[in-house]
């Protein structure tokens, strides 16, 4: 990467971590881009190095807001940077503390480590983790069909993440619930100015008609008023809570996991969640079906129960190693239930998180300019149109068989 000047935000962060650190006479400190165009779509980024003569080199990745955002997502862009920075300084050390406690031999491990500072920078606290690309990291190529590898190692850094959640809220429940009450929800206070509503309803229209009227007639029946029906499913459901929700990750799409690979073999042997600004309060499924429905292809589709199993005994097996009983606290009979209620979130967020996982670098829209239109920038016909349709028809025909629309 091209290194660049040193802005004054991370001249601060530099002083901070060298201090924090107990760093001795850098020797060399460098400023890069953190992110390569359509790795983010909201955060600006730096990657910076200090390296002295005594071997304790540091790489940091930091991510802030910038201020020239678009005037009605300053909010909710405040929102999400806040929310993000107490996971890192409260949410997570608690969380670890408590597996350390139970002496937990593969702990929930799947985040970078914080740079906590004491710094007051603009209106929103920068997020410092240690740059995950220095230990050899990198972002799935979002266009490419997923596979195995990399839909079972978030799927069970999920449930064990998951997993602290029901044993700290049965074990600790004072300490839980004060955790428990910042995370904001960011997708459903901010529903109709992130334009979500309109997203969902031009790709749906999109995906509709594309349908041929005599092959699919089945699927169009039961697409009816698809959008409406969908729109409104978004707008009730953030409002609903029960007994069994827990704080969830809430934005599992695959440009929020790094993944560590084996140099022999190419395959995925470990995972990083990277994002957790829109973490929230809300059925456990609700990170599942996000992740799962916005990846799977007709191959995962066919073998989703699979998939969905996995989960549930990872889960529940991490609930039974932390001293809880899974069956009172997530009993199968109500994952099934939440199945049924909330597979649906997923296939909502399809509609427009597939497009973004399919767009080619040209494509990639910046959303920071006040200019652009949200719904817009991302219900364009792309270059891969064809494969964005068939992935959205594949995906409307399992929740259509499946009784799940």
Not at 85 to 111: H, L, R, S, T
Request: hydrophobic share 35%.
């Amino acid at each position: 990467m091209i290194e660049i000047e040193i802005p004054i935000i991370a001249e601060s962060i530099i002083n901070q971590v060298v201090k924090s650190e107990n760093i001795k006479n850098p020797t060399e400190i460098s400023v890069t881009r953190g992110s390569q165009d359509g790795d983010g779509y909201v955060s600006k980024t730096y990657a910076i190095s200090i390296k002295n003569d005594f071997g304790k080199d540091i790489k940091l990745f930091v991510k802030y807001l910038p201020e020239d955002i678009k005037l009605e997502w300053k909010n909710a862009f405040f929102d999400a940077f806040y929310t993000e920075y107490k996971f890192y300084v409260e949410i997570y050390p608690a969380f670890n503390q408590f597996e350390k406690d139970k002496n937990i031999k593969e702990p929930f491990n799947d985040v970078p480590k914080h740079f906590n500072t004491k710094m007051e920078i603009g209106e929103t606290p920068p997020i410092i983790l240690e740059d995950l690309r220095s230990l050899g990291y990198t972002l799935r190529d979002r266009k490419k069909p997923i596979d195995d590898a990399h839909l079972i190692l978030p799927i069970k850094a999920f449930a064990k993440y998951h997993a602290i959640n029901y044993a700290m809220k049965d074990q600790q429940p004072e300490v839980y619930k004060k955790l428990a009450t910042y995370p904001r929800d960011l997708y459903g206070k901010h529903f109709l100015a992130f334009g979500i509503d309109a997203m969902i309803k031009r790709c749906t229209e999109q995906v509709i008609d594309s349908f041929d009227p005599i092959s699919d007639k089945e699927i169009m029946e039961r697409c009816a008023n698809l959008n409406e029906r969908l729109i409104d499913y978004m707008m009730n459901v953030y409002r609903e809570y029960d007994e069994y929700f827990i704080i969830t990750q809430g934005d599992c799409w695959s440009n929020n996991m790094m993944f560590l690979y084996q140099e022999e073999t190419g395959l995925p042997i470990d995972v990083k969640l990277i994002d957790w600004q829109c973490k929230r309060i809300a059925s456990p499924l609700f990170d599942f079906s996000y992740f799962f429905y916005t990846l799977a292809t007709k191959k995962e589709l066919d073998n989703a129960e699979y998939y969905i199993k996995l989960y549930y005994d990872t889960l529940s097996q991490r609930i039974a190693e932390l001293g809880s009983d899974p069956e009172k606290l997530y009993p199968y009979h109500i994952f099934k239930d939440h199945c049924r209620k909330y597979s649906k979130y997923g296939l909502c967020m399809a509609f427009f998180i597939v497009k973004f996982q399919l767009f080619e670098k040209d494509e990639v829209p910046n959303v920071l300019n006040t200019e652009i239109n949200s719904a817009d920038a991302f219900c364009m016909v792309i270059k891969n149109q064809d494969l964005y349709l068939k992935r959205l028809k594949d995906l409307l025909k399992y929740f259509v068989y499946n009784k799940l629309l």
